[in-house]
Structure formats: structure tokens, C-alpha cells
């Protein structure tokens, strides 16, 4: 995924729409890209301790969902990026997926906690 991570990437998703993809990382970052355009990414996301590994938009495509090794989960608004909606704290082990249900008011996570 273009120019913008520093150390590997690990995970990726489309939006809904296809206009849209966001990519996680080793570099405890996330970016989101215009599908048609790689070559610079529209939003960085940062605010983990530790590396990404999944993201999920929801299917409203105004919020974007992070999980970490940090034992996190972020919720971000992607119409207000320069601050977390939401954390959560809930897991005590690396959190290595999350995905949201189809109606966009819950998503659902996987850990190594349980």
C-alpha cells in the first residue's frame, strides 16, 4: 500500500462502496486510501501502543474499527479523525480481529483472552 507504512502491513479491508480501503500495521499505524489513488493516503490513524492487525469499516462507512496487540480496540469517525470516538479495554490478550454486523450498531471481536 503506497508510501506511508514503516514496517510491514497487516490487514486490509474495502469499504462497502469499494471507494475506500484501509490498511493496518506492524507500525502500530492505520491508513485510509482512495481505492483509485494509492499514492498518498487520505486519513493516518495512530493512538496504539502496539501493532495493528485488523480494521473494519462499518457498513454506514463513517466509522472505522481498530484492533491491536496493545489488548485495544479503537473507534474512529472517519468525518472527525483527529481524535478516538471510542476505546476499547475489555480484552486482557492481543486483540487480532474485529468485524462489524451487517446493520453497522455492533461488531464483534476475536483475542487471545477468549
Excluded at 63 to 74: G, Q, V
Excluded at 87 to 100: A, E, M, R
Amino acid at each position: 500500500t503506497g508510501r506511508s507504512h514503516t514496517r510491514p502491513v497487516l490487514g486490509c479491508t474495502i469499504s462497502p462502496d469499494d471507494s475506500l480501503i484501509a490498511s493496518c500495521g506492524e507500525d502500530k499505524k492505520t491508513y485510509v486510501w482512495e481505492s483509485s489513488d494509492l499514492t498518498q493516503p487520505l486519513r493516518e490513524f495512530g493512538n496504539h501502543g502496539d501493532g495493528v492487525v485488523d480494521v473494519a469499516f462499518s457498513p454506514t462507512e463513517f466509522h472505522l474499527l481498530t484492533a491491536s496487540h496493545d489488548n485495544m480496540m479503537i473507534l474512529w469517525d472517519l468525518q472527525a479523525p483527529e481524535q478516538p470516538k471510542k476505546f476499547f479495554l475489555g480484552h486482557t490478550g492481543s486483540v487480532f480481529g474485529c468485524q462489524y454486523f451487517s446493520n453497522g450498531k455492533k461488531f464483534i471481536s476475536c483475542s487471545f483472552d477468549r
